[in-house]
Each structure stands twice: as C-alpha cells, then as structure tokens.
C-alpha cells in the first residue's frame, strides 16, 4: 500500500509490516509501543492545542508509554535519506554525519537515558554532545563579588559530568564525547544544538500527573522547536 511504498523508498531489504488498525489511535499506539523499541511518530496533521501544545494524540503516547518514543517531524527533504550502518567493529567512518545530542540531568542521571544516546552516536559514527543546564548558586552575582564561588561551581558540575559519563564513555569507546554545561535551563540550548543534530535524546521521568499527561517543559519546548528528530525515554 502508499504507506508501505512510501517507509521503504530508498531502504532496499528493509522488511516493513503494515497494519490497517481500526479504533482510538492511541490505544493502539501504546499497545504497538510495548513492542517497539522505539516507537516512532510523524508530526505530520496533530497541529497544535493552546499556541503550545502538540495534539492530544502525540502527548499521551508520550505520557503513557514506557518505551522510547522518537519524533520526527514531516519534511519533504528526508525522503529517501538513509541511517548509514555503523561498521562492523564499531570504528568511526571517515564522513561522520551530524552529532546526537543529550540533554543530561545531573540530578536524575539516568542509565536508560545515557544507553540509548551513546548507541545512538554509535550506530550513526556521530559525535555525541552531552549539554546539562544548571542553576547558579545564590551567592553569584554577575562573577563580580565572588569570582572564586563561581569557578568552584563550574568545576563542580564539570567533575559531575565527568563522572556520569565516564563508565559510558568506556562502555562506547569509538563515541567521541563533548560537553557544554550551561547556566539556565537546558531547553534553549538543546533547540540550539538540534540545529546541527541527527538526534536529540532527552529523559521523561515515570509518574503520575495530577491533570492529563506530562512530559516536562524542556521536551514541550522540544517538540515545538528543535529542527532533528526528537527521542524521549521514559525512566524511574
């Protein structure tokens, strides 16, 4: 059928199975995504609810499902295009295509989360940018007052990064790692990077909202913002 024709346009050998599902779409979506890793979703026809919300659709397959979610948004131009195979011994290729970026909670560091980026850049022979946003200390005024307070904080979350990183990094030796510790929250600065991404991989934390589904602002922002396909990976 069109659908098939159009998934497997360009990928010869790709096995595809196409199911003709009656019925709430997402039910059925949550029920597909227990055996999917990951479960990917088009942005094309959800518009958008309140100026900021993507459709009710896309939101509580996020919020429900316990799987990875990945959201690509609909472009003409990506027909065609090819997720090239990582070499067999995991070495990078000479014409690496763009980096995958991680949006990294040192707070909540999670395994899930820090797995699925890493083979991520693997499987792509990307790059890896790990970006973490933290909040600056209440004794920092503009670096003026205590310029010392304000190193110690940032070597601070620099050895936290390291460390979060570092048993990862020996896990995927070929990912080539770069950090950006940002102050402020980490949104603004995963929209930036998506620019120039093959991926953007965030967490969304496992519980129960008061009224409808949740999946934190800095993926909300994602969805409406970032130019790369969006991956969001539910954890405790």
Request: glycine fraction near 18%; proline fraction near 9%; avoid cysteine.
């Given at each position: 059928d069109e659908a098939r024709?159009?998934?497997?346009?360009g990928r010869p050998g790709l096995r595809i199975e196409a199911d003709d599902?009656?019925?709430p779409p997402v039910p059925a979506l949550l029920q597909a995504a227990e055996d999917?890793?990951?479960l990917v979703l088009g942005s094309r026809g959800w518009g958008r609810l309140s100026g900021f919300l993507v459709g009710s659709v896309a939101l509580s397959v996020l919020a429900g499902s316990e799987g990875p979610v990945v959201l690509v948004r609909a472009d003409e131009h990506t027909d065609g295009e090819r997720l090239p195979d990582a070499p067999p011994s995991g070495t990078r290729t000479?014409?690496?295509p763009e980096e995958v970026v991680l949006g990294l909670d040192l707070q909540k560091p999670s395994d899930q989360v820090m797995e699925f980026a890493f083979d991520a850049a693997r499987r792509r022979g990307a790059d890896l940018r790990v970006v973490h946003g933290w909040t600056v200390p209440p004794y920092y005024y503009g670096g003026d007052l205590m310029p010392e307070a304000n190193v110690e904080s940032t070597m601070r979350v620099q050895r936290g990064l390291a460390d979060a990183l570092r048993p990862w990094q020996r896990k995927f030796p070929t990912v080539e790692v770069r950090t950006q510790a940002t102050v402020g929250g980490a949104g603004p600065h995963l929209i930036d990077a998506s620019r120039d991404a093959a991926l953007v991989v965030v967490?969304?934390?496992i519980r129960q909202a008061a009224?409808?589904?949740h999946i934190g602002p800095v993926?909300?922002?994602l969805l409406h913002h970032a130019a790369a396909p969006v991956a969001v990976i539910p954890h405790h």
């Open positions: 024709t159009r998934v497997g346009r599902i009656s019925g999917a890793d990951p000479a014409a690496a967490g969304r934390h009224v409808g589904p993926t909300q922002a």
